[in-house]
């Protein structure tokens, strides 16, 4: 059995509490878990529909250490996408909240966890699972892709353990959910918090809600995560002039800080005694590749640290040759026990073997500095050509905020740049500093004002909606 958690360890603590009271302890997880190992389809692909819900969180934790591979989706998306990712790969189970009850009203009823429910499916051949494959996340949020990325259970425990100590837990934390479960730093956090017995407080309320600061001040939450995106709108909030005296740790990951919010949040967790860290990772490698160490988020502004412990980061230039010297950038390649096996297109790739062997090409171009500490630059793919000449999109919109502090998103075609912003105060400000900063560009240049930048649901631009505003 591909155990990750020993819930009995923790026997009567608190595990789950949700914004109504509703409370489960470790020891009625480990009975749900003992439950879900003997049902019907056991250890088959089970397609969850995820959302913020003690009955979501309890039944992927026993459905997952029960030894069922897990498929997980939004519960937000449209129908005929999860009929389509459902019809891509058979699962042999789904796993929605009740309010979808409907749509799988042809299936039959197994058991139900606080208004989720499992259902048997219908499909008369369902696609052999390799025996290592423990989940599958999509990188492309709420789009409804059929790409998948396929960790192992393996991938799973050793990711967790690595998010656990980066994260100073010790068991007597209380997190609470800010970030979607179906997004691999929000499930990657839950997955830590179950393997040293803390508590997660569930809520489906964002963080621009006001119930859902009432409810972090009552619950007296210890952690707190998020993304850039999420430290944005904390900024427009005002958050960072409370002292919040039972909160002792900060962290984001999902993206680059910009220099200027990740020293706000620094400065804010060295004057209020908290600790701030800040980590790089993606999906490909269940979420762990590198950690600025929180003593160094003040000294470091920008960058997300070295390597987790027991992972190997190197750059590479385009012709594959490594880069030793500082402030030279490369691909970002990493080697470590978190990275996945591989993507799945469909359900024939269910049993495919292991595609990477440890070794994870991230597509991102990073450099170091001269104590090794590495800083993100972009994209590969995140470049246009104007006259012949190779122009980075990120360094566009990294120039923008360094020097005007405007966020921007700069997309475009060869010979063709759009710079877009939010405001017609922020456009004419941009127009003229890019045609004085970057001479080469100005007849290919357009800024254009939007209401507000396309993002999925863990708060990271959707490039692809900006390019059809071209």
């Known amino acids: 059995m591909n155990r990750i958690w020993d819930f009995g360890a923790f026997g009567k603590k608190e595990a789950l509490t949700d914004d109504t009271g509703f409370s489960l302890r470790y020891d009625e997880l480990l009975a749900l878990q003992n439950q879900l190992a003997e049902t019907e389809g056991a250890g088959e692909l089970t397609m969850m529909l995820c959302e913020n819900s003690i009955g979501a969180l309890a039944g992927y934790a026993a459905l997952l250490n029960s030894g069922h591979p897990m498929l997980l989706v939004s519960a937000e998306l449209a129908e005929d996408m999860r009929r389509q990712i459902m019809n891509t790969y058979r699962p042999g189970l789904v796993f929605a909240p009740a309010a979808l009850r409907a749509d ?32 599958m996340l999509t990188t492309s949020g709420s789009t409804g892709s059929v790409k998948f990325v396929r960790q192992t259970w393996e991938n799973v425990r050793h990711n967790s353990r ?38 997660t407080i569930v809520t489906r309320k964002g963080i621009m809600d006001e119930e859902f600061w009432d409810l972090f001040e009552n619950e007296h939450i210890t952690a707190f995560h998020g993304v850039p995106n999420t430290y944005d709108m904390l900024l427009q909030l005002g958050i960072f002039e409370e002292d919040f005296p039972d909160l002792k740790v900060l962290s984001q990951a999902g993206g680059k800080l910009s220099k200027d919010l990740h020293r706000s949040i620094a400065q804010y967790a060295g004057e209020h005694n908290k600790q701030f860290v800040v980590m790089y990772g993606q999906c490909e490698a269940t979420s762990c590749i590198s950690l600025l160490p929180p003593q160094k988020a003040l000294e470091k502004t920008g960058s997300v640290g070295v390597a987790f412990p027991g992972g190997e980061i190197e750059l590479h230039d385009e012709n594959g040759n490594r880069i030793t010297e500082p402030h030279v950038p490369g691909e970002l390649i990493y080697r470590g026990k978190n990275v996945a096996l591989g993507y799945a297109a469909g359900g024939e790739d269910l049993i495919r073997g292991d595609d990477w062997h440890g070794e994870l090409h991230t597509g991102d171009l990073a450099e170091t500095d001269e104590d090794g500490f590495l800083y993100i630059t972009g994209r590969l793919k995140r470049f246009i050509k104007i ?15 360094n020097d005007l502090h405007i966020r921007s998103v700069s997309s475009g075609v060869d010979d063709n740049l759009v710079v877009f912003v939010l405001s017609d105060e922020d ?22 004002k939007i209401d507000a930048f396309p993002l999925n649901e863990s708060g990271k631009i959707l490039y692809g909606a900006l390019q059809k505003m071209i």
């Open 427 to 448: 456009k004419d400000a941009v127009l003229k500093y890019l045609r004085q900063k970057f001479t080469a560009i100005r007849t290919a240049l357009r800024v254009k």
């Open 162 to 199: 690595l998010l656990a100590d980066a994260l100073l837990m010790t068991g007597s934390e209380r997190n609470i959910t800010s970030l979607p479960l179906n997004y691999t730093y929000g499930i990657s956090l839950f997955c830590a918090s179950l393997l040293k017995g803390s508590a």
């Open 387 to 401: 006259s012949g000449s190779r122009i980075s999109l990120d360094e566009i919109d990294s120039r923008i905020m």
């Open 104 to 135: 799988y009203a042809h299936m039959r009823e197994l058991l139900s966890i606080d208004r989720y429910t499992l259902f048997r499916t219908n499909y008369a051949d369902l696609y052999p699972v390799n025996p290592d494959l423990g989940q």
